[in-house]
């Protein structure tokens, strides 16, 4: 029935497209795309990057999709005033 059917498999691919700042592809790609890879070993998931800073990120495991877009949300955020971050100086 068609109401079975609207519930997708849990195998399924998910894909979810971010759009982040041209001039955060870098950090997101890393040097020698390291970052990037790095980000796909950790979670599994297929990422694609484009030159206008379109991101699509695939994968079959919500978790993974969820960890990865969580992780390219951070690496490439804009800082906002007033608002707190978590981090480490380094010098």
Known sequence: SAKRRRKKSEFAPRIHTLQIPV???RDLIGP???TIRGIVEATGVKIDVDDTGKVNVA???A???RRAIETISNLTAVPEVGK????KVVR
């Open 63 to 65: 978790d993974g999709l």
């Open 23 to 25: 001039d955060k592809i």
């Open 32 to 34: 020698g795309g390291k």
């Open 84 to 87: 707190t971050y978590l981090g």
């Open 59 to 61: 994968s079959s495991d």
